[in-house]
């Protein structure tokens, strides 16, 4: 397949998970300690569950859920979006990937990717939910290994447990990357020595890591959630700077925190989030290095090369379909380090014309475009024509 003349790799379709998966697959004593709630007579729809970890439940703003309303407004507009959510089977999946355009999804999860973010859950338990996931990702694919991928998802409350998680997902499952979401559980920053077993692991696979923003849970004590709960009128404004916060903080902390200098096959992914921020958080990362070079050996911090440097060595980060000021980005770094995602099947997805509008972006030229669509994520992923 081939729209419009462009390969299209899309970096972040997500699954619908079963919301039985969890109650269906889990070992004791963790099952008895995990529940996944359907909302609305079971739909498997973004937005359709709520979990509850060791009693902790990943708690919501009160009134209106956005995500949840616009979801199932979309679903009514979209007749395949209906019958995804309805029956979201392999072959549904790539009937829309063909609507949309798509050649190869590298799939990320939908209810799995909050039900870790706690501070204090035990890591045994982390571990067992994030194996639920990773072997359902990767039978949900096995059939389709042309056109479907996976990441798998890491436990993030002990990394040497996520680092043989990480080798489990790439050498015995076959994840194309793995990923986390965002926020420091238990306080532990991404530049903390704590993470540096998975980042010596991740160093050796070479593969692709993803960090996805992180639900609004009040259960992790770092997440912006906190400064807009009980707020009147910032749900809006949570969205809107929720997941930019988490992952301008993220880069930060492994570029300036030497992550990269130690680790340089490690290749985060910043996912969901844009990628016009790039351009002031590469510039105003560079201005400050460069006027306190002279004091950062003081630190302890070693960064012989300008942090822009270390991203275009090895970050990536995705535009967005719809995201006209990707072009500035392009014009400051290049595009060797730009990705593609629709988010088909959730609510903020252009489906099914994500990639004609992506394609009728003024101010990006086909050159760059076929970058971003193929070149850039075939590299990244391991993935030939």
């Given at each position: ?116 973010r706690f ?63 965002g926020g ?132 990536y980060a ?68």
């Open positions: 397949m081939a729209k419009a003349g462009f390969k299209i790799i899309d970096a972040e379709p997500h699954f619908l998970e079963p919301h039985d998966l969890w109650e269906r697959n889990l070992p004791e004593p963790w099952r008895s300690k995990t529940a996944i709630k359907s909302l609305d007579k079971g739909k498997t729809g973004e937005g359709g569950a709520e979990a509850s970890v060791e009693g902790k439940e990943v708690p919501r703003a009160p009134g209106p859920r956005l995500v949840r309303e616009r979801a199932f407004r979309r679903v009514a507009d979209q007749p395949l979006l209906a019958k995804v959510t309805a029956d979201p089977t392999p072959e549904n999946f790539i009937e829309g990937f063909d609507v949309e355009g798509i050649d190869i999804g590298v799939m990320m999860p939908t209810v799995g990717m909050g039900i870790v501070d204090g859950l035990d890591p045994q338990h982390s571990l067992a939910l994030c194996r639920v996931y990773n072997d359902f990702a990767a039978d949900f694919v096995k059939n389709h290994p042309d056109r479907m991928k996976f990441w798998g998802w890491l436990p993030p409350h002990d990394a040497t447990i996520a680092a043989e998680e990480a080798r489990r997902c790439v050498e015995e499952l076959g994840a194309a990357g793995v990923a986390m979401t420091a559980v238990d306080g532990n920053l991404l530049c903390d020595d704590f993470f540096d077993p998975l980042w010596a692991q991740l160093n050796d696979l070479g593969v692709a890591f993803g960090l996805h923003g992180p639900p609004p849970s009040l259960y992790l004590k770092d997440n912006i959630a906190h400064r807009y709960n009980g707020h009147p009128r910032t749900q809006l404004v949570g969205q809107v700077m929720g997941n930019p916060f988490h992952a301008q903080t993220e880069l930060a902390e492994l570029i300036l925190g030497g992550v990269l200098h130690r680790f340089p096959n490690l290749k985060p992914v910043m996912m969901e989030v844009n990628a016009s921020w790039l351009t002031w958080l590469l510039w105003r990362m560079d201005e400050k290095w460069e006027s306190s070079r002279p004091d950062l050996p003081t630190l302890g911090i070693d960064l012989p090369l300008p942090p822009s440097e270390y991203f275009k060595r090895q970050c995705e535009i967005e379909p719809e995201e006209e000021v990707g072009k500035y980005v392009i014009d400051y770094i290049g595009s060797d380090n730009l990705l593609f995602s629709t988010d088909y099947p959730h609510s903020d997805s252009l489906f099914p014309s994500a990639v004609d509008t992506f394609l009728a972006l003024p101010g990006i030229s086909d050159a760059d475009k076929r970058k971003i669509l193929w070149d850039n994520p075939a590299k990244l992923f391991g993935i030939t024509a």
